[in-house]
């Protein structure tokens, strides 16, 4: 793949699944609860944990610090309206 969007997940595992794939350009997370993520950060960083699989310029330890990750905070109704309604 080369863009994936993720509607949830929060938690950061699927997106880390995601990253490995070499072809990749660009993964857009749309998580409509930012808890979600403060909460997973603090108490499951293991999914979020992108260290072993930093192989490409760009990448970082923390999956959606990567530069290929975009995280976003919002509903994703609205993103896909907004950004590919007619």
């Given at each position: 793949p080369k863009r994936v969007a993720v509607i949830g997940g929060g938690e950061g595992a699927t997106v880390r699944?995601?990253?490995?794939?070499?072809?990749?350009?660009?993964?857009?997370m749309i998580e409509i609860d930012g808890g979600v993520v403060n909460l997973s950060?603090?108490?499951?960083?293991?999914?979020?944990?992108?260290?072993?699989?930093a192989h490409h310029d760009g990448s970082a330890e923390w999956c959606f610090d990567d530069e290929r990750a975009d995280l976003r905070v919002e509903d994703a109704l609205a993103y896909f309206n907004d950004n590919f309604g007619s």
């Open positions: 699944e995601i990253l490995k794939h070499s072809t990749l350009e660009k993964v857009v950060t603090k108490y499951l960083p293991e999914w979020q944990d992108c260290s072993s699989i």
